[in-house]
């Protein structure tokens, strides 16, 4: 079995700014790149999200990537989930990759936690009788009782966060992508989580998680990036970085 890598050599991201009202770029994530420089080429502008970033994260790493907003954390992780296309450079990844990023995707509010475990798992790519021979799992993991009958808009933000990472977790992909918005539970659950994915990452995976609390960078991490204006500007322990 090949070991899951992430490779990215001089990756740069231009976001196209057209007209601010206009769909095609939505203002909070103009508010989101606010540290990034906006620049013009042949008449258009155009937002640097990620300058030249250079970067290899092997087997068994937790990357933490800090940073104040707009620095570039979220648009990183989103590039090498495939969200974002590169514009210019290199990305190469190697294994399966989850991105737990935004906590809205692939659910259904009025549908039950049950239910949403299955469009989940489907979101996922995963086949239904696989998704079956997880829910007992998934179930057990996530805490929440007899919720799991409920549909999602009765959940609190830190319920919804304990469904998505069971289900995306219960797969194990190669790659699990993070936001800190994601893992918002309860510090008993987030110490449950950080349990597992320091067992994930032992047995063969790879986990970046993108926050500005040093804590969870502490509970969840074993190497810190810190970025600034789209680019890597330190790298170390976590207790350096903040």
């Known amino acids: 079995m090949t070991s899951p890598s992430i490779h990215l050599q001089n990756l740069t991201l231009d976001l196209p700014i057209y007209d601010q009202a206009a769909r095609s770029l939505k203002k909070d994530l103009i508010r989101g790149l606010v540290g990034s420089r906006i620049s013009e080429n042949e008449g258009r502008r155009y937002i640097r999200a990620l300058d030249g970033i250079s970067l290899t ?3 068994g790493e937790r990357i933490g990537l800090v940073g104040h907003n ?4 979220t648009t990183l992780l989103k590039a090498i989930a495939g969200i974002y296309e590169p514009s210019s450079g290199k990305l190469e990844t190697t294994g399966s990759i989850t ?3 935004d906590i809205a995707a692939g659910v259904n509010v009025e549908a039950s936690g049950y239910e ?8 996922l790519g995963h086949e239904m009788e696989a998704i079956r021979e997880k829910i007992d799992h998934i179930v057990a993991f996530s805490e929440l009782g007899d919720y799991i009958n409920l549909p999602l808009r009765a959940y609190s933000s830190g319920m919804l966060s304990r ?3 069971s289900v995306s977790t219960a797969f194990e992909p190669d790659i699990l992508l993070l936001d800190e918005g994601i893992i918002a539970g309860d510090p008993a659950f987030n110490e449950k989580a950080s349990h597992y994915l320091a067992e994930y990452t032992d047995r063969a995976g790879i986990v970046m998680l993108a926050s500005h609390s040093k804590e969870l960078m ?3 991490c074993n190497r810190g990036i810190k970025l ?5 500007e330190a790298e170390g322990e976590i207790e350096e970085l903040f």
């Open 57 to 59: 994260v092997r087997r």
């Open 70 to 73: 707009g620095a570039g954390k």
């Open 99 to 101: 991105a737990l990023i």
């Open 116 to 123: 949403n475990i299955i469009i989940r798992g489907l979101y």
């Open 163 to 165: 469904l998505l990472f």
């Open 218 to 220: 502490h509970m969840f």
């Open 228 to 232: 600034s204006r789209g680019k890597i």
